[in-house]
C-alpha cells in the first residue's frame, strides 16, 4: 500500500491511490505549467533547504484535489517528503545542479501495473 499523506504538517494528502498516481501523472507532464525545483536555503532565508512544485503565472488552478489543497498563495506545494519520493522510487531525476528533471518514458516504467491508466488519466489532464 502506498503513502498517502506527506510533509510535516500532513499538508499533501491523497484521497487513494488513484489520486496519488493521476497526480504523479499530471506533474510527469510538463505542460501543465509547473516545475518542481530544489530552493536553496539562502535564496529564501529558510533553515533548511527544500523541495517545491511551482506553478507558473498562467497556472489556472485545474488541478488534482491532494494539490490543489497544499497550494499556498504563492502558486506552490512545500513537500520535502513528497518530491524525494517522486526522486528515489519512480524515477523523477535530479541532476548534479539540483534540477529535476521529468522523463515520462523513464517514470512509467516505475507506476504499478494497476495505476497505469490513473497515471495517465493525470498526465493527459
Known sequence: MEKLEYGM?????????REKFRTIGYLSNEKHN???????????RSTYETYRIK???S???NILPGLN?????????????FVKELISKFGFILND?????????MI?????EEFINDFNEGFEM
Open 55 to 57: 506553478f507558473k503565472k
Open 34 to 44: 509547473h516545475n518542481i525545483v530544489f530552493d536553496h536555503k539562502k535564496e529564501y
Open 69 to 81: 489543497k497544499a497550494l499556498c498563495k504563492q502558486k506552490r506545494v512545500t513537500c520535502n517528503e
Open 9 to 17: 504538517n500532513k499538508q499533501l494528502k491523497f484521497e487513494n491511490q
Open 108 to 112: 512509467i516504467k516505475n507506476i504499478p
Open 59 to 61: 497556472f489556472d488552478y
Open 97 to 105: 545542479n539540483k534540477e529535476i528533471i521529468i522523463d515520462k518514458n
